[in-house]
T-cell receptor
Framework: SAVISQKPSRDICQRGTSLTIQCQVD?????MFWYRQQPGQSLTLIAT?????????ESGFVIDKFPISRPNLTFSTLTVSNLSPEDSSIYLC???????????FGSGTRLTVV | AQSVAQPEDQVNVAEGNPLTVKCTYS??????LFWYVQYPNRGLQFLLK??????LVKGSYGFEAEFNKSQTSFHLKKPSALVSDSALYFC?????????????FGGGTRVLVKP
């Protein structure tokens, strides 16, 4: 299965600032997915990032708030902008190598906004 | 859109007893179904998946799941639960969109295995 390195693992940020989360995969993948897990909740897809094109955002998520970069087939970043306490969540990246191991997830970034 | 539902927020079971975590699905066409586990302060770990074939799917850590088309269910089971199985379990279904094949998750079930 794929190995995903996600950084940072956690951060505490001031409201109004931004946090950029990095996701590095040890294999080339076409699509990378970014999810949000609010406290006590399930996972919700934020956007799908394909290399060389703009990310596709799910309903309720916009590029100005969650800009995504996908410069190559092994790397992506998610920025959470203009932070508010409501953005306190775990953010996870994911890939699907179609190798029989299902979708692989990073270890997550726990964001607390104060 | 495809969806899954987990009717139980929490399941409590004594160590050594059978463990069942329920999941029902709603899909058009053939379902691709998954189970994941999330331990505290860790990411999601893949347990097993059903795409086609045998209705009984065996996965990691002694877990298995039974696909039941007539009941639209995909319940996760373990014959003898361990305290270390205490975690958050998610059922998921592959959903087809223009952007790609994403995973849609159920609400999650917290499993507490008591010694």
């Amino acid at each position: 299965s794929a190995v995903i390195s996600q950084k940072p693992s956690r951060d505490i940020c001031q409201r109004g600032t931004s946090l950029t989360i990095q996701c590095q995969v040890d294999s080339q993948v076409t699509m990378m997915f970014w999810y949000r897990q609010q406290p006590g909740q399930s996972l919700t897809l934020i956007a799908t990032a394909n290399q060389g094109s703009e990310a596709t955002y799910e309903s309720g998520f916009v590029i100005d708030k969650f800009p995504i970069s996908r410069p190559n087939l092994t790397f992506s970043t998610l920025t959470v902008s203009n932070l508010s306490p409501e953005d306190s969540s775990i953010y996870l990246c994911s890939v699907d190598l179609s190798d029989g191991y299902g979708y692989t997830f990073g270890s997550g970034t726990r964001l607390t906004v104060v | 859109a495809q969806s899954v539902a987990q009717p139980e927020d929490q399941v409590n079971v004594a160590e050594g007893n059978p463990l069942t975590v329920k999941c029902t699905y709603s899909v058009s066409g053939n379902p691709y179904l998954f189970w994941y586990v999330q331990y505290p302060n860790r990411g999601l770990q893949f347990l097993l998946k059903y795409i086609t074939g045998d209705n009984l799917v065996k996965g990691s850590y002694g877990f298995e799941a039974e696909f039941n088309k007539s009941q639209t269910s995909f319940h996760l089971k373990k014959p003898s639960a361990l305290v270390s199985d205490s975690a958050l379990y998610f059922c998921a279904v592959r959903d087809y969109t223009a952007a790609g094949n994403k995973l849609t998750f159920g609400g999650g079930t917290r499993v507490l295995v008591k010694p």
